[in-house]
């Protein structure tokens, strides 16, 4: 290479690293806190894009907006959150254009939504929670009565709260209940000082037998097959039956050992 072409190289790389496109949301910050149908006010910051640029905002956050395409600088825009969402945490990010085919993505921020509605009374179903055995975990439909009457989905709104009566039975974070022995426990759930107490169950079935009717066979097998891979939720997980801490083909092969009838037979 010349000295002509290296200088032509260097020069093209100063000016495309100075020339890089980018995009930041610069409010709200990430980690903001919204209600359900109130309105929120979104600044995009860009660089390295023609005055041509166009903005529009992307993610899992559900919203509305009159201006869901902003042509001209300061790229703000003015969204609202559907009285209808779902509480818990959403992602937003922007992403630009110009009429050069330049373009950019920002990097996401983090929406948290919670319920705006006084809430007046919470209900879980099923309102005894049965877990099988160690190891598995259940989601519970937890919803809450508003004052107007409407029903709305709490599991992941930030400002509900779990309580596990005894931990060493039942473990809960998010609205995500796990067996961690057998017994019988109670887990709260609770927001806004109003609470709802649900019993829980872990059962204590025949070593083996994960369809938990009373054999092992070819269907507790194939069951188990489905599950390797699957992380170990507590060192008493029925599914590690070897106790290494991981499921994987050794449980199985542990498992045809321990069926009812010869060659794992359903009859």
Do not use: W
């Not at 290479?1 to 910050?29: D, E, G, H, K």
């Not at 009159?66 to 959150?81: A, D, G, K």
């Not at 107007?148 to 060493?168: C, E, H, R, Y």
């Not at 991981?246 to 010869?262: F, S």
């Amino acid at each position: 290479m010349n000295t002509r072409a290296i200088c032509l190289f260097f020069i093209l790389t100063y000016y495309c690293v100075c020339q890089a496109q980018s995009l930041t949301i610069t409010s709200p910050p990430s980690g903001t806190t919204v209600s359900t149908g109130s309105s929120v006010v979104v600044n995009v910051s860009a660089s390295g894009l023609s005055s041509s640029a166009k903005m529009s905002l992307f993610g899992s956050l559900p919203y509305t907006a009159t201006n869901t395409l902003v042509s001209t600088p300061p790229y703000t825009f003015s969204i609202r959150i559907p009285e209808k969402t779902t509480p818990g945490k959403y992602s937003l990010f922007a992403i630009g254009t110009d009429d050069n085919g330049n373009g950019a993505e920002s990097p996401s921020i983090d929406i948290i939504v919670t319920e705006s509605e006084t809430i007046s009374s919470i209900r879980v179903q099923p309102p005894l929670v049965i877990i099988s055995y160690p190891g598995v975990d259940i989601y519970p439909d937890i919803t809450a009565l508003t004052q107007t009457g409407k029903m709305v989905s709490i599991a992941t709104d930030p400002k509900t709260m779990f309580l596990s009566a005894n931990s060493s039975i039942v473990s809960v974070e998010h609205g995500r209940i796990v067996g961690i022995s057998p017994g019988s426990t109670e887990i709260t759930v609770s927001i806004n000082g109003i609470s709802a107490v649900v019993p829980v169950r872990v059962g204590n079935p025949r070593r083996g037998d994960f369809d938990v009717d009373g054999d092992v066979d070819s269907f507790d097998v194939a069951r188990l097959q489905t599950m390797i891979g699957m992380k170990v939720r507590t060192p008493n997980d029925y599914r590690d039956l070897n106790r290494d801490g991981k499921i994987d083909a050794l449980d199985t092969r542990i498992l045809v050992t321990l069926c009812t009838r010869p060659r794992c037979a359903t009859q």
